[in-house]
């Protein structure tokens, strides 16, 4: 086989794809990336406090507040292979090699029930989800996750979860508040497969149409020479 392996991840390669076919065509064959918020590295710096955070009640084997009584099962205690599931380098891949293509992906949690695995993901965002927006925005992202897991040998439930914080208030020598929701979600290895197929048969051909509702399809004169 002469075709270059695909590698993608379900952040910009499922998820983007699924918004967007052309937008993941051009960021993954042309190297043209959507443009960054003004903040890019405000959701970092909140994930690697989070998880922080998360690991304190790990190593007491608890469950932080905002889960408990709202998930299935306890996080998972093997802090090693947590943090080495954290690292895009040394997360879990899954290859389908009729196509010379890997899907690797990094978690960010994952929580443990009666011998089975259950991804659980960190959401910052300026307000409370909407209904509908976790299905819209991260069911591919998840429906990756449970896959990986699966394929990697660790059994699942075809269930994931979301923790959004969001801000509350801010108090006193800039100190900020926030709310907290779990959204729970049905995932499913089958679906999660198919869409990346059909995502690696986009990248090997021609470029995708504008899509009508992507508004980032003309921010930059650069797309035209691909039209």
């Given at each position: 086989?002469?075709?270059?392996?695909?590698?993608?991840?379900?952040?910009?390669g499922?998820?983007?794809?699924?918004?967007?076919p052309?937008?993941?065509?051009l960021?993954?064959?042309k190297?043209?990336?959507?443009?960054?918020?003004?903040?890019?590295?405000?959701?970092?710096?909140?994930?690697?406090?989070?998880?922080?955070?998360?690991?304190s009640?790990?190593?007491?084997?608890?469950m932080p507040?905002?889960?408990?009584?709202?998930?299935?099962g306890?996080l998972m205690?093997?802090?090693?292979?947590m943090?080495?599931?954290r690292?895009?380098?040394?997360?879990m891949e899954?290859k389908?090699?009729?196509?010379?293509?890997v899907l690797?992906?990094?978690?960010?949690?994952?929580?443990?029930?009666?011998?089975?695995?259950?991804?659980?993901?960190?959401?910052?965002?300026?307000?409370?989800?909407?209904?509908?927006?976790s299905?819209?925005?991260?069911?591919?992202?998840?429906?990756?996750?449970?896959?990986?897991?699966?394929?990697?040998g660790?059994?699942?439930?075809?269930?994931?979860?979301?923790?959004?914080y969001?801000?509350?208030?801010?108090?006193?020598?800039?100190?900020?508040?926030?709310?907290?929701?779990?959204?729970?979600?049905?995932?499913?290895?089958a679906?999660?497969?198919?869409?990346?197929?059909?995502a690696?048969?986009?990248?090997?051909?021609?470029i995708?149409?504008r899509?009508?509702n992507?508004?980032?399809?003309?921010?930059?004169h650069?797309?035209?020479e691909?039209d």
């Open positions: 086989m002469n075709e270059k392996m695909i590698r993608l991840s379900p952040s910009t499922l998820n983007l794809y699924r918004e967007c052309r937008c993941f065509w960021h993954h064959n190297g043209i990336h959507r443009p960054r918020g003004i903040f890019p590295s405000l959701p970092g710096g909140m994930d690697l406090v989070i998880k922080d955070y998360m690991d009640f790990r190593k007491r084997d608890a507040p905002e889960l408990a009584g709202q998930v299935e306890k205690t093997d802090l090693a292979l943090n080495k599931w690292n895009w380098r040394t997360g899954y389908d090699t009729a196509m010379n293509a690797f992906g990094a978690l960010d949690e994952c929580l443990f029930d009666n011998g089975t695995y259950i991804p659980l993901d960190y959401k910052t965002r300026g307000s409370a989800p909407k209904e509908g927006d299905e819209r925005y991260y069911q591919a992202q998840l429906d990756a996750y449970t896959l990986l897991l699966s394929e990697n660790y059994p699942t439930k075809n269930l994931a979860y979301l923790l959004y969001y801000p509350h208030e801010v108090r006193q020598n800039g100190e900020v508040t926030f709310r907290t929701k779990v959204i729970r979600l049905s995932t499913d290895v679906r999660a497969k198919k869409l990346f197929s059909e690696v048969r986009v990248l090997r051909g021609p995708p149409k899509h009508s992507c508004e980032y399809c003309t921010w930059n650069s797309l035209n691909f």
